[in-house]
């Protein structure tokens, strides 16, 4: 292997990160029914990789699992200000044969909450030797990335959104090719697809890739689309949707578009919710897939079973996770083998 090398989500994984939630994050009052979700999802990852658990308090976390699943879980004790994993977790990528954690800034969405221990968080990691002692860190705290907002096919392509990448709340009013000479020096990207249009209403991220598009492998996008014209989101999607097909593989070929179902309208506090199937985890042997106590939970499941045939499609009901305006994938960040 030469060169920088950034791994799709379905390449062999070490591990996951999360970081818990506790009482002084945004979970404070729903604390006891969003931990069970963690709990849930957690040991899915369990059975079939590692979890390394940024917390508060390790022995109360370790209290929910059991002494086999424990063999699996590394917990290390970091302040944190919120759980947003995908977000402020570090980026894994290799230079050659050589494993690089990346640490790229952490401004909360462009400085729309806290984020002073959020963004220390990898760098803390590391010293605290939370990483195989083969893995390299690099400081990439002067550009502001989160994971959430880039997609890969580990073959050189981001696939990800204009409204984030290209937001003066993030790195100021650089352009769009500078933003991409920044994306092929740190990632090697050979090449950026940039959506124009889709969002959801109550999204804090200024449009994550996550909750709108996914590479399921080298040749196929599953996507969210809206077939209600009266939804607000309809005009939005269906333009997203026109792109996606206009989008090409790097041998010229259209993608294999996978159709999720919009998500039944969810509504929190008098706001509605950034609710959507896109926002699933892929792990080993497994992708883990949010549940909303919808029947469109099965018809998603259905969808994406067909883009994953070798892998369980697993349901996480994550209701407590989008009241915070997020979902699985948010809470959660993969590092490819050799990492953890």
């Known amino acids: 292997m030469t060169g920088l090398f950034f791994p799709a989500e379905w390449f062999p994984q070490s591990g996951v990160q999360v970081t818990w939630p506790h009482e002084k994050t945004d979970w404070c009052h729903t604390l006891e029914e969003v931990t069970r979700c963690y709990v849930d999802f957690s040991k899915e990852i ?5 979890l390394l658990v940024v917390c508060a308090d390790a022995r109360e976390v370790s209290g929910f699992f059991t002494k086999k699943e424990q063999e699996n879980l590394h917990l290390v004790e970091i ?13 894994g990528v290799f230079d050659g044969d050589q494993p690089i954690l990346l640490d790229f800034g952490f401004n909360a969405w462009g400085l729309k909450f806290a984020a002073n ?20 860190y690099l400081n990439r705290l002067d550009f502001i990335l989160e994971g959430g907002s880039i997609e890969t096919d580990g073959l050189g392509t981001i696939l990800t ?11 100021g009013a650089i352009s769009k090719n ?47 689309k809206c077939d209600d014209k009266k939804d607000p989101h309809y005009e939005e999607l269906k ?35 950034p609710a959507t199937y896109a926002n699933f985890l892929i792990i080993n042997d497994a992708v883990l897939l949010p549940y909303y ?11 994406l079973q067909g883009a994953f045939p070798d892998r369980e499609v697993v349901g996480i009901h994550c209701l407590p996770l989008v009241k915070q305006h997020g979902s699985l994938h948010c809470v959660t960040m993969q590092y490819p083998r050799g990492f953890l």
């Open 46 to 50: 369990l059975k079939r990789e590692k």
């Open 79 to 91: 302040e944190s200000n919120d759980t947003w994993t995908r977000d402020h977790g570090g980026v």
């Open 117 to 136: 221990h959020d963004n220390l968080i990898t760098s803390r990691l590391f010293k605290k030797s939370a990483f195989l002692p083969e893995v390299n």
């Open 161 to 171: 959104t204009i409204r984030c990448l290209l937001s003066p709340n993030r790195n």
């Open 178 to 224: 500078h933003i991409e000479e920044q994306l092929k020096e740190s990632l090697g990207a050979r090449r950026v697809l940039w959506l124009e249009n889709g969002y959801l209403e109550g999204d804090d991220t200024d449009s994550h890739i996550d909750t709108l598009a996914r590479f399921c492998d080298e040749q196929t996008i599953a996507y969210v």
């Open 239 to 273: 333009a997203m949707e026109e792109e996606l097909k206009a989008f090409t593989t790097p041998e010229g070929d259209p993608y294999c578009l996978i159709a999720l179902p919009m998500a039944d309208a969810l509504y929190h506090e008098g706001r509605r919710l």
């Open 293 to 303: 106590g919808s029947p469109k939970d099965e018809q998603a499941k259905q969808q």
